[in-house]
């Protein structure tokens, strides 16, 4: 059996604790880099971002050695390469890593033009994989889902090639039940998870994002990505809930209040929540819910909104006992009261929730690039927000030595 060794470009090393996503920015890497090909530069709007991390910039890391990773799974294929899971320091069940391919960890040649013959594979089982974007010659970014990761690295393997032997997990089954609604804004509003909660683009821009391609916000266009409200989304955090989502703000947006996420029918977030970017404590992100009397307000360290810089922003909130967990790029942060909610959470089903603005009016539109948005119906802990941050930043993963076969 030939096993063949392919050599990874690098732009650049990010630790696990990075704050630093920027260290990746093409504009920055080393002559002979992997960087930002023209057709993506040229998409770029002014002041918008050239990619990092496990987008449009380069993709991280170096090739590993060989490893006996045991029989063929897929005598139909004849690529397969390794990837290990770093330790994660606990157990996170049913979680989805980031594959980043680029010309040195795929041969482009041999795969399927649209990517539709990759399969991944864990102890003989086969694993279900969502493609976020796929740009051969280029970089393409795959989630694929892993049953359990831990405080000892997690092996797994990716094979492509041929025709497969068995059709692939729907790419739905990468997002867990826990998740209700992953938006990889890939030139789409489409929820990930399958669960209906599409959403529409109004005035917004394609551009290269952090994973793939995102959507531009620009405050003089109300720019949106609209979703039908539910009663799902409108009571996320009355047990305990996350939002995530991966920004690079321009500035505060409109009136110093630009939303990242929200569903409410004001600026006070009358009967729903939301996540914003504010001036509230100096280029602070925040956290605001609803209550029957006054609404709840809390909101990050100063300057944790930096311009024109990736950040990774997650708040996990129970709004019935106000606990509220704010995180910058997978780190817990400090979390200030600016007003505790008064009486009971409030919510209202049949508000939209809206990316990039308030449902209603445009006094609050963001002003950037907003990628990788994330609702999920559990308080996440910061062993998963850390691990989430650095899958996205493709910080996560190992590539072994490629080999062809299968063997005989």
């Not at 990619?51 to 029989?71: C, L, M, Y």
């Not at 051969?136 to 990716?158: E, K, N, Q």
């Not at 009571?235 to 409410?264: H, K, Y």
């Not at 029918?265 to 996540?275: C, D, E, K, V």
Request: proline residues 6%; negative net charge; glycine residues 12%.
């Amino acid at each position: 059996m030939r096993r063949n060794l392919l050599t990874l470009a690098t732009v650049g090393a990010v630790g696990a604790c990075s704050l630093d996503w920027d260290a990746l920015d093409p504009r920055d890497a080393p002559s002979g880099s992997v960087g930002v090909g023209a057709e993506e530069a040229s998409s770029t709007t002014a002041g918008g971002a050239s990619g990092t991390g496990g987008g449009e910039g380069g993709a991280t890391g170096g090739a590993g050695g060989f490893i006996d990773i045991g029989p063929w799974f897929d005598p139909q294929l004849s690529r397969r390469r390794a990837l290990t899971v770093k330790a994660v320091g606990a157990e996170l069940m049913e979680f989805p890593v980031l594959v980043v391919l680029d010309p040195a960890r795929i041969d482009y040649d041999t795969a399927a033009a649209d990517g539709s013959d990759l399969r991944f594979e864990a102890n003989g089982a086969l694993l279900a994989h969502d493609i976020d974007h796929w740009k051969p010659g280029s970089l393409s970014t795959i989630w694929v889902r892993l049953p359990l990761l831990g405080d000892a690295p997690t092996p797994f393997t990716m094979y492509y090639g041929g025709t497969p032997s068995s059709a692939p997990v729907k790419p739905t089954a990468t997002w867990s039940a826990d998740y209700l609604a992953v938006w990889h804004l890939d030139a789409d509003g489409t929820d990930a998870t399958g669960r209906g909660h599409d959403g529409t683009p109004q005035n917004v821009n394609s551009v290269p994002g952090f994973v793939g391609l995102a959507y531009d916000f620009a405050t003089d266009k109300n720019g949106r990505v609209l979703i039908a409200g539910s009663t799902e989304t409108s009571d996320l955090f009355l047990d305990g809930g996350t939002v995530s989502a991966i920004v690079r703000a321009r500035s505060l947006g409109d009136n110093t209040r630009g939303r990242i996420i929200d569903r409410s029918s004001s600026t006070t977030f009358s009967g729903g929540w939301g996540l914003a970017v504010s001036n509230q404590s100096p280029n602070a992100f925040t956290f605001g819910h609803d209550y029957t009397n006054s609404f709840g307000y809390w909101f990050g360290p100063p300057q944790s909104v930096v311009f024109d810089t990736w950040r990774h922003y997650a708040a996990t909130a129970d709004a019935t006992t106000q606990t509220i967990g704010l995180y910058v790029d997978g780190a817990a942060t400090t979390v200030t009261v600016s007003q505790a909610g008064n009486a009971l959470p409030l919510t209202n089903p049949n508000l939209d929730t809206t990316i990039g603005a308030r449902p209603t009016g445009d006094n609050r539109d963001f002003d950037g690039i907003i990628d990788e948005v994330r609702l999920s119906a559990v308080e996440r802990s910061a062993a998963w927000l850390d691990a989430e941050a650095r899958a996205a930043r493709d910080d996560l993963l190992s590539y072994g030595t490629e080999e062809t076969g299968p063997p005989e």
